[in-house]
């Protein structure tokens, strides 16, 4: 079993910056990539930013520039530093990781979500 837990998500005003983080536990082997993504109401989800083991990193273009993924493999940590918060950027925002277990199995796994809401 793998769990997901993402913190850091808040009420924050537009130009201001918000940490999220996230947690991956379980049964873990290896974790691959890791990624964010966030979907705001009638919208799909979107990829925000996605880095591999080895860190090398991808990101939306609406949110270059402005934030920054980054992993401890050793504490199976993601997290994402936001800055200059648009109004835009208000969604929900979900931790994914790629997660190889020790029962020889491959998936992807989520986190439950957290409110990011940006005011203008």
């Known amino acids: 079993q793998v769990q997901l837990v993402e913190s850091g998500g808040g009420l924050v005003q537009a130009g201001g910056s918000l940490r999220l983080s996230c947690v991956v536990s379980?049964?873990?082997?290896?974790?691959?990539?890791m990624g964010w993504y966030r979907q705001a109401p009638g919208k799909q989800r979107e990829l925000v930013a996605k880095?591999?083991?080895?860190?090398?990193?991808d990101y939306a273009d609406s949110v270059k520039g402005r934030f920054t993924i980054f992993r401890d493999n050793a504490k199976h940590t993601v997290d994402l530093q936001m800055s200059s918060l648009e109004p835009e950027d208000t969604a929900i925002y979900y931790c994914?990781?790629?997660?190889?277990?020790?029962?020889?199995?491959?998936?992807?796994?989520w986190g439950q979500g957290t409110q990011v809401t940006v005011s203008s």
């Open positions: 880095i591999t083991r080895a860190g090398s990193t």
């Open positions: 379980g049964s873990i082997f290896r974790i691959n990539d």
């Open positions: 994914n990781a790629e997660v190889f277990t020790f029962q020889l199995r491959t998936g992807n796994y």
